[in-house]
């Protein structure tokens, strides 16, 4: 599913070259959730933008859905993504459009027959808790609503692989335990998860496979 | 899905608001410009026809022919290239001619002793004759008749106002042409803050994997929107200025151009102008797109 072989990420800032990431290799099997922990900085954002091709490493081999990452074209970058749900911490809800309309929107634009359309927008919804809130706007919603709104606009594509860029950052404990929940039922169902976090305590509360990166190094790989 | 992304289109469009409002009004103006000069020309244009249909070329002839002799010209210029008809003017029909148009003063052309006025031909022309080149090569032929004193009439005065029609062209083209370079530019504005707008939507849409045509096409049609909206404007304006200008100004024209009435653009110059003002637009949208490609 995931396959990642001395990949080195280095940012330039002017003629100071900063790595980011450096000499990572692991495997994510298909089905497996698996938790990419590390403070601020430590390379997880970057790491999660290398998987969906928001970024080209600066040596070393990325494999995601059997497809060589850095060498795909624009036209096969935009096909990968279609099969990856990404989530941000701070959600990237579209502030003009409802709950339903947020969901629906990305549905849409992929060209989902329209009958289909409000169907799978509320089965999200209510995986996620969020069916009294479809004509909600995002202006109306609580941070931890926002980020389950997110999570349903990423699953109403039935993703192969979701990536979660540090979905329960900015949530209080119960909220993020919320979200938590929602993610775990994601895998349940056969997708795979790759969450990144700064917590060690949510790392913890999935029970799954933890990366732990430090300093953009990969220093541990546990469970 | 086209529904959809034409609905996104006309969202977008009400989403740049004065911006658009401005692109559309230039672009009407620019199209009205262009329109107006193309009808101004149109009614030359169809003036200088109308007077090259009715060009007349006289050929004074050294001295009266006998009968036969008359029969044997008129046979050898109506089989000259460029002509229509041929008719023969002698001298007594000349000087009744002449008495018509003095009137009441007729008695002077009795008083006097011999008559002046030569035997003549009246050549009228046919579609190849009545070109500036078709007139100049039948007028050397006819002047080369050894029956020929002098031949009169011609083109020239039709070919300034060809010439003249040729300028409001060329004038026209340059105003619209620089109202149209404004009107592109106004609509890439109102595109790119539509994208600035958007540029959520736009993030979101790459990272989904939207088609490249889903991102660009919405674009592309609110230019085209607006270009089309300028387009009908620009026609509405042409229409009313016709229909509240065109009874007064029609005794004018008919004095001064010979014109009964003038006419509007023809239904196919319409469907051009909407073209043009759509092309117009969409050539926008897609000049937004690319200033802002990622």
């Given at each position: ?22 000499d990572i290799?692991?495997r ?61 911490q ?25 009958r ?10 209510r ?9 909600a ?87 | ?5 034409i609905?996104?289109a ?24 262009l ?18 249909d ?65 035997a003549s031909?009246?050549?009228m ?17 006819l ?32 105003i ?6 404004a ?15 958007r ?12 088609p ?13 929107l ?11 304006v ?18 001064t ?11 196919h110059?319409v ?9 117009l ?12 490609a990622?």
């Amino acid at each position: 599913m995931i396959e990642l072989h001395r990949v080195w990420k280095v940012f330039s800032v002017g003629p100071v070259k900063v790595p980011a990431l450096s000499d990572i290799s692991f495997r994510v099997a298909k089905g497996e959730c698996v938790t990419l922990h590390g403070a601020s900085g430590a390379g997880k954002t970057t790491l999660l933008r290398l998987l969906y091709r928001e970024e080209l490493p600066t040596e070393g081999d990325i494999e995601v859905l059997g497809c060589d990452v850095p060498a795909l074209r624009v036209r096969e970058v935009a096909a990968l993504r279609r099969s990856i749900g990404v989530v941000f911490q701070d959600a990237k809800l579209l502030p003009g459009r409802t709950v339903y309309e947020n969901v629906a929107f990305v549905l849409r634009v992929l060209g989902t027959p329209r009958r289909e359309i409000t169907p799978r927008v509320f089965d999200a919804l209510r995986r996620v808790g969020l069916s009294a809130r479809a004509q909600a706007y995002p202006a109306q919603l609580s941070q931890g609503e926002a980020q389950r709104a997110a999570l349903a606009r990423a699953i109403a594509r039935k993703p192969l692989l979701l990536l979660a860029d540090e979905p329960t950052g900015s949530l209080d404990e119960s909220m993020a335990g919320e979200v938590i929940d929602i993610i775990k039922d994601i895998w349940a169902r056969g997708t795979t998860v790759l969450f990144a976090t700064h917590q060690a305590r949510l790392a913890a509360a999935l029970h799954q496979r933890t990366l732990h990166l430090l300093s953009g190094r990969l220093v541990k790989d546990e469970g | 899905m086209l529904g959809f992304l034409i609905g996104e289109a006309l969202r977008d469009l009400h989403r740049a608001g004065r911006v658009a409002v401005a692109a559309i009004l230039l672009t009407t103006l620019s199209l009205a410009a262009l329109g107006g000069f193309w009808l101004v020309s149109t009614n030359v244009g169809q003036a200088a026809e109308q007077w090259r249909d009715r060009v007349r070329i006289t050929v004074f002839l050294k001295q009266e022919p006998s009968a036969a002799e008359t029969d044997e010209l008129v046979d050898r210029v109506q089989a000259m290239p460029g002509v229509a008809a041929v008719r023969y003017v002698s001298k007594s029909e000349a000087l009744g001619t002449l008495k018509e148009v003095l009137g009441k003063d007729a008695s002077v052309a009795e008083q006097l002793p011999t008559n002046p006025l030569p035997a003549s031909l009246e050549v009228m022309l046919n579609e190849q004759g009545a070109t500036p080149e078709g007139a100049r090569g039948l007028i050397t032929r006819l002047s080369e008749l050894p029956e020929t004193d002098e031949v009169s009439g011609g083109m020239d005065w039709v070919d300034r106002l060809a010439r003249g029609r040729r300028l409001l062209d060329v004038i026209g083209l340059g105003i619209g042409a620089v109202l149209a370079v404004a009107a592109i530019l106004t609509v890439t504005t109102a595109t790119t803050l539509v994208l600035h707008l958007r540029r959520q939507e736009l993030e979101i849409m790459r990272l989904v994997g939207a088609p490249e045509l889903v991102v660009r096409l919405p674009l592309l049609l609110q230019g085209m929107l607006q270009g089309l909206l300028g387009a009908v404007m620009a026609i509405w304006v042409l229409i009313a200025v016709y229909a509240l200008a065109g009874p007064h100004l029609e005794p004018l024209v008919n004095q001064t151009l010979g014109l009964e009435r003038l006419t509007f653009l023809k239904p196919h110059t319409v469907v051009g102008l909407m073209l043009a003002g759509t092309m117009l637009g969409g050539f926008g949208g897609w000049l937004a797109r690319g200033r802002t490609a990622p």
